[in-house]
């Protein structure tokens, strides 16, 4: 079982910077597919980002794409978020994901196909 634990949100203001990282432990297979969630309140869990654990393969949500950036070290077992240019819209609940199978696909958008989550990390973004 993969663990994971989030680190680096905080209170920003609008149009500055923000890195989360997301460190694992325990076996991560060839397959996997990391993936960044957020959550704000009264609204649902929603795809913001993912990679795979070895490839060339991401993919990101509309609204993010050209502002944030995925990336991962393999031999630090750490994903990360790189948030540029950010937006009162995207203060949320960040929450790292781990899918331990590609299953022939590396796109995977939905809570349910991911396999072992992360706490969370508050991203604020005052305006």
């Known amino acids: 079982q993969v663990q994971l634990v989030e680190s680096g949100g905080g209170l920003v203001q609008a149009g500055n910077s923000l890195t989360l990282s997301c460190t694992a432990s325990?076996?991560?297979?060839?397959?996997?597919?990391m993936a960044w969630f957020r959550q704000a309140p009264e609204k649902e869990r929603e795809f913001v980002a993912s990679?795979?654990?070895?490839?060339?393969?991401?993919h990101y949500a509309d609204s993010v794409k050209g502002r944030f950036s995925i990336a991962r070290d393999n031999f630090k077992n750490t994903m990360f978020l790189h948030m540029n240019n950010l937006k009162s819209e995207d203060t949320a609940v960040y929450y790292c994901?781990?899918?331990?199978?590609?299953?022939?696909?590396?796109?995977?958008?939905?809570?349910?196909?991911?396999?072992?989550w992360g706490q969370g990390t508050q991203v604020t973004v005052s305006s």
């Open positions: 994901a781990v899918r331990a199978s590609s299953s022939g696909s590396w796109n995977f958008r939905v809570p349910d196909e991911y396999d072992n």
């Open positions: 990679v795979s654990w070895h490839g060339p393969f991401s």
């Open positions: 325990g076996r991560m297979f060839s397959g996997a597919v």
